[in-house]
């Protein structure tokens, strides 16, 4: 029989929280994939539908658009109705929208669409981070959570793969096929989240007690019960109001901005990278190959802050991450336009070092809140942030365009630098706390 006292946060890996990874990273992964196959497919829809420049903007950030929506009513709706009734939402709407989109004739049509996939994307980011920090145990939480940002990037290095092959052998409607492709890992997300159970946190915030116990035996065996889950069923009310009028509104104001700083600079370093391809001497066909190369850069990065996650802590991973960023792009901005050899080094530091801050995005949010408002925190983080990454969109080609390229590097670090401000102010260390002393505030 389990002593009460061994806490399943103690627990090592097992069977059911490899496939709960597979079961929630797989969502990561659709909307790496959902969200650039656009890009791929963008240019040919532009020509078949005679798109203007309107139309095409407002279809290629339509999916953000959804996201902003899709992650504050997915972030509600997750605590409110559940995290498991909610986990088959986003590949749901993945599998209709997408296959809806091989005959969409007009950019209306493709734009309510996107729209849709936007949405979705914007509820999977909650439910699906939640409901897999809920299971796992302290000491692989936040490499589990960091792991999904680098699957992210796998789905998108997918969508760019699948639409080329699509697009050079699928003739001049060929994009109709590169869009509708989506709804086959959608399905195959829908098919393996088949037989998720519910949050037993979950079911404890809601009064449901037996439930949960329940789920604890089925799946951590019969000798274990709510003894061995550290989470208290509350005394009082807790809400979404919560994060406004207690002290969870600083913890909020930390993850929106930090969240922010992390994405803007960066669609102005990938604005930036035409610059850096050029320096490479990588012109023509080959700059398909050196874009590659630019992600990986990124992937990497993500890659090892995975691994020191663990060793260096939460807070020391973020501010060193602000930090040396920030210090390449004002290298970027510094550099001269014909030394390629240190644009090069300054871009690279830059994309291995942001990717602390980019891991971050998914674990902090999920360990500083209580159960009762975790998915909201997670689903307003995700929402405002894409506010900063749509205005990143809108502004940087206008930045390069009236101020250049070093300015624009400049007020990209500033902007970073201000979050690394934010975070050394605000920033806990939860690494290792359990995930209700983690949400506690005293």
Not at 14 to 30: A, D, I, M
Not at 201 to 220: I, T
Not at 399 to 417: D, H, N, P, R, W
Request: proline fraction near 4%; aromatic fraction near 12%; charge should be positive.
């Amino acid at each position: 029989m389990t002593s009460p006292s061994t806490s399943i946060e103690d627990l090592p890996l097992n069977r059911f929280h490899k496939l709960l990874t597979l079961r929630s990273g797989g969502g990561s992964f659709v909307d790496g994939y959902v969200l650039s196959i656009i890009g791929v497919a963008l240019a040919h829809i532009t020509i078949s539908l005679s798109l203007d420049s309107f139309w095409e903007g407002l279809i290629a950030a339509s999916a953000l658009i959804g996201i902003f929506f899709g992650g504050f009513l997915g972030g509600w709706l997750t605590d409110r109705l559940g995290r498991k009734r909610l986990f088959f939402v986003g590949p749901t709407l993945f599998i209709l929208a997408s296959i809806a989109q091989f005959w969409a004739n007009s950019a209306e049509a493709i734009f309510i669409l996107r729209l849709v996939i936007g949405i979705a994307v914007g509820i999977e980011y909650p439910v699906a981070t939640s409901l897999l920090v809920e299971f796992m145990p302290k000491k692989y939480r936040g490499p589990r959570l960091a792991m999904l940002t680098i699957l992210w990037f796998a789905g998108a290095a997918a969508a760019y793969i699948v639409g080329e092959l699509l697009l050079r052998t699928g003739g001049e409607e060929a994009w109709r096929w590169v869009l509708a492709s989506s709804a086959i890992i959608g399905l195959a997300l829908f098919i393996v989240r088949v037989g998720t159970p519910e949050s037993p946190r979950w079911l404890l915030s809601k009064g449901r007690d037996h439930e949960a116990e329940q789920v604890v035996k089925s799946v951590y065996g019969h000798d274990f019960c709510l003894k061995n889950l550290p989470e208290e069923s509350p005394n009082y009310k807790i809400n979404v109001w919560s994060l406004i009028y207690s002290g969870y509104s600083k913890r909020m104001l930390f993850i929106i901005v930090f969240w922010t700083c992390c994405i803007v600079p960066l669609f102005a370093v990938y604005a930036f990278a035409p610059k850096v391809l050029a320096a490479m001497q990588v012109k023509g066909d080959s700059a398909s190959i050196g874009s590659i190369l630019i992600t990986l850069f990124f992937v990497v990065g993500c890659v090892v802050s995975t691994k020191l996650i663990n060793v260096v802590g939460r807070r020391n991973l973020l501010l060193c991450s602000f930090a040396v960023s920030g210090l390449a792009l004002l290298g970027l901005g510094a550099s001269d336009d014909n030394a390629g050899a240190w644009i090069l080094a300054f871009f690279a530091i830059y994309a291995l070092f942001i990717g602390g801050a980019q891991v971050l995005t998914l674990v902090y949010p999920n360990e500083i809140f209580p159960t009762e408002i975790r998915a909201f925190a997670v689903g307003a983080g995700t929402s405002i942030s894409r506010i900063g990454a749509a205005v990143g969109t809108y502004l940087v080609p206008m930045s390069l365009a009236s101020l250049g390229i070093a300015q624009t590097m400049y007020v990209a670090a500033g902007i970073t630098f201000f979050g690394l401000l934010l975070s050394w102010m605000l920033a806990p260390e939860t690494r290792s706390l359990n995930l209700q002393q983690a949400a506690s505030l005293g």
